[in-house]
């Protein structure tokens, strides 16, 4: 998943920087990707990838 969604690999790319370990990154990124499914699964709402605006 941190290959294929940008806000993944962001918070992946995150974490590398902040010179975390390999396997705790993937650990981190497993994480955030369960509360992404546990959302998804109570609000019944399909994922939308966030489109971000580059003009802040």
Same mark, same amino acid.
């Given at each position: 998943?941190?290959?294929?969604?940008?806000? +993944?690999?962001?918070?992946?790319?995150?974490?590398? #920087?902040?010179? !975390?370990? *390999?396997?705790?990154?993937?650990?981190?990124?497993?994480?955030? +990707?369960?509360?992404?499914?546990?959302?998804?699964? #109570?609000?019944? !709402?399909? *994922?939308?990838?966030?489109?971000?605006?580059?003009?802040?």
């Amino acid at each position: 998943a941190h290959k294929h969604d940008p806000v +993944l690999k962001a918070f992946y790319e995150k974490k590398r #920087k902040q010179g !975390k370990h *390999y396997y705790v990154c993937i650990g981190a990124v497993a994480r955030k +990707l369960c509360y992404i499914i546990y959302a998804i699964l #109570k609000n019944n !709402k399909p *994922y939308e990838i966030p489109q971000y605006s580059k003009e802040v």
